[in-house]
């Protein structure tokens, strides 16, 4: 084999190497934005949750009470309270950066006992 052969070769097998690198550097980095998002999202829903918990004590201490924005964290919650006869829901927006999440709680009054009827995730 010439010498010229070897360079050659030996430039093949370089940029096969700096190509498989650099795609593994790629998926490394994609997976850990990945799983950054995701524990951003479950904060996101944990404030969402707080704010639905925060509107819940207020309502009973107060029932005039309509709602406030909250700092939970490094986030905010937005409490909106709504009220159609016995029935009042409360819409908690869990928020960080550009992430959102919301959780709606429905109670019904009956008798001067509020009780929870639903609890749960809506996606706008």
């Given amino acids: 084999m010439r010498s010229g052969q070897t360079v050659v070769i030996l430039l093949a097998f370089m940029v096969i190497a ?9 998926l490394t980095a994609s997976n850990s934005q ?5 524990e951003v999202g479950i904060d996101v829903y944990a404030i969402a949750e707080s704010g639905a918990e925060n509107g819940l004590i207020r309502l009973l201490r107060d029932p005039a009470y309509v709602g406030e924005t909250l700092t939970v964290g490094n986030g ?3 409490i909106v309270v709504g009220t159609a006869g016995s029935v009042t829901t409360i ?10 999440r919301v959780v709606q709680v429905t109670t019904n009054t009956a008798a001067g006992v509020m009780s ?6 809506i996606y706008p």
């Fill in 76 to 78: 905010t919650a937005t």
């Fill in 34 to 38: 990945g799983s950054t998002r995701q």
């Fill in 18 to 26: 700096m190509t498989i690198t650099m795609a593994s550097v790629s």
């Fill in 91 to 100: 819409t908690s927006t869990g928020r960080i950066g550009d992430f959102e």
């Fill in 116 to 121: 929870i009827t639903s609890w749960q995730e």
